[in-house]
């Protein structure tokens, strides 16, 4: 199983960027998605959640201007980024919980990451 993120980049503050994160391999099912970041010098956070149906939570610091969303037929997560700050520069990580045809049992899977850096 594999996770490829896109989409990142630099962008000025106030401004968007929309990331992607396809998944490959000899998949079963896909439970949950997200994304997930880290900043220099901290732990790595949530930033946001989709569920098989499409029910999503964020964290309190992009509620209002993230979006994630995906695409089961495409096996795909996206997170569309609107206003972006200087505090959002992270690398930012997708991830999903899947049930390999192999093992049937769901585990979480993560991409390397994206650099995202927002200027000020």
């Known amino acids: 199983v594999q996770l490829q993120a896109s989409g990142g980049g630099l962008v000025q503050a106030g401004g968007s960027l929309r990331l992607a994160c396809a998944l490959s391999?000899?998949?079963?099912?896909?439970?949950?998605m997200g994304w997930y970041r880290q900043a220099p010098g901290k732990q790595r956070e949530l930033v946001a959640v989709?569920?098989?149906?499409?029910?999503?939570n964020y964290a309190d610091s992009v509620k209002g201007r993230f979006t994630i969303s995906r695409d089961n037929a495409k096996r795909s997560v996206y997170l569309q980024m609107n206003s972006l700050k200087s505090e959002d520069t992270a690398v930012y990580y997708c991830?999903?919980?899947?049930?390999?045809?192999?093992?049937?049992?769901?585990?979480?899977?993560w991409g390397r990451g994206t650099q995202v850096t927002v200027s000020s």
């Open positions: 391999g000899s998949i079963f099912s896909i439970n949950d």
């Open positions: 989709i569920d098989r149906g499409g029910r999503a």
């Open positions: 991830q999903a919980a899947i049930a390999t045809i192999t093992t049937r049992t769901p585990y979480d899977y």
